[in-house]
């Protein structure tokens, strides 16, 4: 392998997951049972949809009780060692607000990397699962079928798959500037990247030069993919694209964007060194855009 095959070591939050997922287990009842009667099993547990710590930075776990019911969990996937993990699909609500906890954004810089890949995949599936409980085609209820990486309809028996809704989030570049904006939404001073969700019948390519011409005006010729985020909240899937603008004269979408500005190299480098006189504050190190422009300005 030369240095070009080698798969870059993940930094963006969310990626960097180092479960094998077991696929072939979801599919064979007997390997799925034994892997449930593993001694060595272990459940991750979640506040509500929170993620519960332990004071050594990982996700709190317990062993499988023997009260508890393999048909009301998901595997989540093997460790290295062959710990099979499973997460409960019988969500136990808690007061907090079910988007965008605060809880959460305090206690994921406490994970490692890998730890909050677990924590974004497993919070997804679970939210999901209560979510859908009836069926979209006929109404009925619904039952986790395939450990838990699928529903299935007691009437009609359609199956239905946990859904990743993809998202584009991309920075214009316009000779060595990029565009940022402000969402209605954040506090005065917070801009990141432009970000929609792909509609059907569109290519990422696509939906990126119909948000920027939508949302500020600005037609774009070549777009760029980057990299991407899962983002559990509840489960899209961010992908970042640059775009070459064709111009820089910005006519903004008002219900969608407060403001939007054409930022330097070093205006973006001042504003992510956190620099009191910085043109504007960045997004959270935690999201993608945050990313993006570190990209950018090492490109
Ligand atoms: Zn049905």
Redesign the pocket.
């Known amino acids: 392998m030369n240095q070009t095959d080698a798969i870059p070591a993940p930094t963006i939050t969310f990626t960097g997951g180092t479960l094998d997922r077991a696929d072939q287990l979801r599919v064979n009842p007997d390997r799925l049972e034994t892997a449930w009667a593993d001694p060595r099993a272990l459940i991750v547990l979640l506040d509500g949809l929170d993620p519960l710590p332990t004071d050594a930075g990982t996700l709190a776990t317990m062993p499988v009780p023997a009260d508890a019911v393999l048909a009301d969990h998901a595997l989540l996937g093997l460790r290295e060692d062959g710990t099979p993990l499973f997460i409960s699909l019988i969500l136990a609500r808690s007061d907090a607000p079910q988007s965008f906890p605060p809880k959460v954004w305090e206690i994921i810089p406490q994970l490692s990397l890998a730890e909050a890949a677990l924590y974004g995949g497993a919070r997804s599936l679970v939210d999901w699962h209560d979510r859908h409980q009836f069926?979209a085609?006929?109404?009925?209820q619904t039952h986790p079928v395939k450990a838990g990486w699928a529903r299935q309809?007691a009437?009609?028996s359609?199956e239905h798959f946990p859904r990743t809704d993809p998202v584009v989030i991309m920075l214009a570049e316009y000779g060595d500037q990029v565009l940022i904006a402000r969402n209605p939404r954040f506090p005065a001073g917070r801009f990141s990247a432009l970000a929609g969700f792909v509609e059907p019948g569109e290519s990422f390519e696509e939906a990126v030069r119909r948000e920027l011409w939508e949302e500020v005006g600005i037609r774009t010729g070549r777009v760029d993919y980057l990299f991407s985020q899962p983002w559990p909240f509840p489960s899209q899937l961010m992908i970042a694209c640059m775009a070459q603008a064709l111009g820089t004269q910005i006519t903004l979408d008002e219900q969608e964007i407060a403001e939007a500005m054409w930022v330097s190299r070093a205006e973006v480098r001042a504003a992510l060194a956190g620099e009191a006189g910085a043109r504007f504050l960045p997004p959270t190190s935690v999201a993608v855009a945050s990313h993006m422009l570190r990209w950018w300005l090492e490109s």
């Open positions: 069926c085609r006929c109404g009925a309809c009437t009609c359609a």
